[in-house]
T-cell receptor
Framework: KQEVTQIPAALSVPEGENLVLNCSFT??????LQWFRQDPGKGLTSLLL?????REQTSGRLNASLDKSSGRSTLYIAASQPGDSATYLC????????????FGTGTRLQVTL | DTGVSQDPRHKITKRGQNVTFRCDPI?????LYWYRQTLGQGPEFLTY????????KSRLLSDRFSAERPKGSFSTLEIQRTEQGDSAMYLC??????????????FGPGTRLTVL
């Protein structure tokens, strides 16, 4: 059974800092990995999707990496802003192409002024 | 592309009542997923449709839960004889189903259920 762990559970940083969120998973037979953002009481916004054959994906100030063999992914946020404050969720899909996502419990990020 | 929509956004009900939620996926997305999220946890998979066919159900989906997608477009999730433990956010997601999309899932705003 796939298990996904996210560390740290919570993080508070001053505005402008670069930061790294970590995600690990127990079964390397994945099809994809998605990073999401969730604001309090809201749904999930997809940030980045990494295919199992890829090593990284970038979107604006976000960069996600994937090391499938070691069961790890990181989300790097450059030059953090107060608007980045949210919970960040990592989810892995697979092994099938239509498989459900298995989520971690998230990292709650607060960016202070 | 108006995104995934869910209705209602909030539902308060008394224990023992039946409730039904609706999800409208992104147009032409043939895969539709239901997840449940409790406070402080990540979403957990409930069930998945490819067009109108329900292809996978989680063990979390007890016999009080039923989901349909009758014409391969919108979906409904019904909970019968609700219990306080059913209180959660119910999330719907859709994906295009093409290999090119790598099954990227797009989520709706969720339905917050409170069972009193």
């Amino acid at each position: 059974k796939q298990e996904v762990t996210q560390i740290p559970a919570a993080l508070s940083v001053p505005e402008g800092e670069n930061l790294v969120l970590n995600c690990s998973f127990t079964d390397s037979a994945i099809y994809n990995l998605q990073w999401f953002r969730q604001d309090p009481g809201k749904g999930l916004t997809s940030l980045l999707l990494i295919q199992s054959s890829q090593r990284e994906q970038t979107s604006g100030r976000l960069n996600a990496s994937l090391d499938k063999s070691s069961g790890r992914s990181t989300l790097y946020i450059a030059a953090s802003q107060p608007g980045d404050s949210a919970t960040y969720l990592c989810a892995v899909g697979g092994p099938g192409t239509a498989s459900k996502l298995t989520f971690g419990t998230g990292t709650r990020l607060q960016v202070t002024l | 592309d108006t995104g995934v929509s869910q209705d209602p956004r909030h539902k308060i009900t008394k224990r023992g009542q039946n409730v039904t939620f609706r999800c409208d996926p992104i147009s032409e997305h043939n895969r539709l997923y239901w997840y449940r999220q409790t406070l402080g946890q990540g979403p957990e998979f409930l069930t998945y449709f490819q067009n109108e066919a329900q292809l996978e159900k989680s063990r979390l989906l007890s016999d009080r839960f039923s989901a349909e997608r009758p014409k391969g477009s919108f979906s409904t999730l019904e909970i019968q004889r609700t219990e306080q433990g059913d209180s959660a956010m119910y999330l719907c997601a859709s994906s295009p189903g093409s290999l090119r999309s790598y099954n990227e899932q797009f989520f709706g705003p969720g339905t917050r259920l409170t069972v009193l």
